[in-house]
């Protein structure tokens, strides 16, 4: 069963199989590249519209809101012929009741020549929502207060009811550009590849060179004609700028500066990626894709945990890669990030350095405790002769079954202070009351250890039970007519048939106590400053408390960086894993 | 359990008598705290002014239960009783769709050698790598473009693919365990592969799958942070959101809490001592062929 069809691993696939892998490699290139361009270019003319859509509000509000004047504004910018800025004005402009907000509705549907154009769909329904809104909101004697906090809701209908609230609106009114990027990729990957078959269509060509000059094709021509037509996007926004200063005057203000995000760096970034990843993964893919066109149904085994697993986890890990380089403003800041938490500039109020210390020192105290208390009582349960052990292996299991967050709770309330049952056993001892969760590193860490410690010794419990299980008796026997001693049988024949069961089990109860969330951030939060908390609860608190997202996703990857070069070190792991492999 | 006796063979009487300590001790510290939120669950009071090491309950009121199982929403519909419901779907759907998912792919990767095998599972293993945190925004964007928030099969979605890397591990390592000489004689037979898998590798891995089952379970029985983040609506709230409702930043409502982690870990628990015999078998075989 399973033999590898086509033998010889080494040999290169067809062209067109590898022509095929070309085209998903350049792909996976393009349409990032694609996402990011119309990012860019949806940022600018966002803000483009908005200042749009301010300028003529504010002429609105200066000419009075009366049906005529509105009329003669509206016709005067011809702002009824672009969609999202006519979904605005019915809200900025529209008046406090019902009545305003249709009668602006139709002056805006009104087309440059005069005749009415038809609503889009979403402004239709957009402007009964407004209307409805309006309408409850005057009846309760809305001012607007809760402008700023209330969500999206909470603006559109400030946007209506106060003329303050225009800004707010403006913000929540605002659409998405749509813009056609989907054919220039589609039209130079295509290219690429009629370029790539013809330059290997002999059998037995190096693949890579090709490839990675179709890599290169593509990657530069494609992220050209998007940087080009999202240039022509921004200046058409620009140029619509330009004539509404022209036709408000002064009292407009300025348009806002439009950076030049789309530039060489992003034409020469995306083909080299494009070039190297092509000429990287040609044969491998090639394999696959020769391999599939074979035993299809093996793929299609495979394919739903894949995409599944690529669309979920490691799109948003990208995602949040790309997040990593940018700051608050979503502006590119390159290493800013990873730099404010390698050297922090003295503003920051915890060490990163430190922070690594705690989180090694937690991890590595974790897993010997679970280690030691796990293997311990594997140790005697697994006496044969050792009578109510299935009742002991039942209830010893029992914090394996409750959920971590509750188990991080309730052992916050053991160590309160005044009611918690911590200080009641060392008041039972003659100890003073403790301040467990108070000022002290000591107290906290210890509090966290305690918890995460009662937390996670079940399991390896039970893979101890697993091994132990497996091993047969009669080396036991052997070594002991060979006159090993107890502890001699522990070490020569015990510690080395457990390895390749523990040795995963460690690694994997590594990952899980270096990310321990729940613990750290439930237990002791982090006290006292900080202190405590290890590198994936600094990460949340960049987020939630710092709101820096770029800062947390920086922090994630630097803690994804450790974990990954953990395993690779771990040699041990490696050969284990190579071994599942084969 | 095995005959082996890896400590050494002759125990004396009291030995076993010094076991017998250590472990009753061991088991009264991992129990202990148990005992405590059952205690405060059945009390009437939120505070537990003046520390008690005795978990024996002192009141056996209902009240706190009451509250949390009585919760009723504006319209006077029953809350609790809908958000226990989405918590059930959520799982099940979940253990279910994942399990299936897992299942064909692992059997893929243990039986068969094709080009892309080693990378597929290297990709499943690094997957396990990412820190949550930095996918929680992409993932709340992902799942607001769907139109997938506030919705159960949202997160029947995201739990599963995510449980799902851990699950082709496990159920791989433990195929691998199983001889092909069996398949073999099936395929023999005249058997399809997906016959062969559902007649012969199936019911031999039920250890296996019954472990990957109850930790898919699990998982999305117990997962607090992603369904914080993705459902707003109380109707759409699964049960480990709510007890989150009684625990405030500064005022802790430790009686209703306790109560809401009764009824939350009990059907969890429940499930994991129904299947924990399979735990030992199912979780090591795969490491220790």
Known sequence: ?582 | MSDSNPAGRKVSRGGQATRHAVLVAVTLVTLLPVAWVVKMALSDSQSFQGASLSPIPEEASLANVAEVTGSTDADGSWLFGRQALNSVIVSVFTTLFGITVACTAAYAFSRFRFAGRRAGLFLFLVSQMFPGIMMMIPLYVIMESLHLLDTMLGLVLVYSTTSVPFSVWMLKGYFDTIPKDLEEAAVIDGASPIRTFWSVVLPLSLPAIAITALFSFMSAWNEFVLAYTFLSKQSAFTLPVIIRNYVGEHDVRWGLFAAASLIVSAPVVALFFTLQRYLVGGLTAGAVK
Request: net charge neutral.
């Open chain 1, 1 to 582: 069963m399973g033999a590898m069809p086509g033998g010889d691993r080494n040999a290169a696939p067809r062209p067109l199989d590898q022509a095929l892998a070309v085209a998903v490699l350049l792909a996976a290139v393009l349409a990032p590249g694609t996402f990011f361009a119309r990012l860019e270019v949806a940022r600018e003319v966002a803000a483009s519209e908005e200042w749009r859509a301010l300028a003529v509000g504010r002429q609105i509000v200066a000419s009075g809101a009366d049906e005529a004047a509105l009329a003669a504004t509206v016709r005067t910018t011809g702002a009824g012929a672009v969609p999202g800025l006519s979904a605005t004005f019915v809200q900025t402009a529209g008046g406090t009741d019902e009545f305003g907000i249709a009668a602006t509705a139709r002056l805006l549907a009104l087309g440059p020549n005069g005749m009415p154009v038809e609503l889009p769909k979403d402004l239709s329904g957009r402007v009964k929502e407004a209307a409805g809104r309006a309408k409850s909101s005057v009846g309760d004697g809305g001012t607007g207060a809760a402008c700023i906090d209330g969500g999206e809701q909470a603006r559109l209908l400030c946007a209506v009811a106060t003329p303050g609230g225009a800004v707010a609106g403006v913000m929540a009114g605002r659409s998405d550009v749509q813009a056609p990027f989907g054919w220039p990729a589609t039209a130079t990957v295509a290219g690429a590849l009629l370029f790539f078959l013809a330059a290997s269509w002999k059998r037995g060509t190096r693949p890579e060179v090709p490839a990675a000059v179709a890599g290169l094709l593509a990657g530069g021509v494609g992220a050209l004609l998007l940087a080009w037509g999202g240039r022509g996007m921004i200046d058409a926004a620009g140029a619509a700028e330009t004539s509404l200063s022209g036709l408000l005057g002064a009292a407009a203000g300025s348009p806002p500066l439009h950076a030049p995000s789309l530039g060489v760096a992003f034409v020469v970034s995306l083909a080299v990626v494009a070039a190297l990843l092509a000429a990287a993964g040609v044969r491998g893919l090639g394999r696959v894709v020769s391999d599939f066109r074979d035993r299809p149904f093996l793929y299609a085994a495979i394919a739903p945990a894949m995409i599944g697993m690529v669309l979920l986890i490691f799109v948003p890990f990208f995602m949040g890669v790309y997040l990593a380089f940018l700051d608050n403003n979503r502006t590119f800041v390159g290493l800013a990030n990873f730099v404010e938490i390698l050297a922090p500039s003295g503003t920051s109020d915890t060490n990163f350095y430190l922070t690594l210390g705690v989180t090694v020192l937690w991890t590595t105290l974790n897993v010997v405790m679970h280690v030691a208390i796990g293997l311990g009582l594997a140790l005697i349960l697994s006496d044969a002769r050792l009578r109510g052990k299935a009742i002991y292996r039942v209830l010893l299991i029992v914090p394996w079954a409750i959920p971590n967050y509750i188990t991080a709770l309730v052992w916050k309330w053991i160590f309160n202070t005044q009611y918690g049952p911590a200080n009641a056993f060392l008041a039972l001892l003659g100890v003073a009351p403790v301040d467990w969760l108070g000022r002290s590193f000591v107290t906290n860490f210890t509090a966290n250890l305690v918890t995460n410690t009662w937390l996670g010794f079940p399991f390896m419990m039970v893979i101890s039970l697993g091994a132990l299980q497996s091993i047969p008796a009669d080396l036991y026997e052997a070594a002991e007519m060979d006159g090993a001693g107890r502890w001699a049988r522990f070490r020569h024949v015990t510690l080395p048939l457990l390895k390749p069961a523990l040795v995963p089990a460690i690694v994997l109860g590594t990952i899980w106590t270096f990310n321990m969330f729940n613990v750290v951030y439930l237990v002791s939060g982090g006290a006292p400053d900080n202190q405590t908390n290890i590198l994936i609860t600094e990460a949340y608190r960049a987020f939630r408390v710092l709101k820096n997202y770029g800062l947390a996703a920086a922090y994630s990857l630097i803690i994804f960086f450790i974990l990954a070069a953990y395993t690779m070190v771990t040699n041990r792991v490696t050969r284990a894993a190579e071994s599942v492999y084969e």
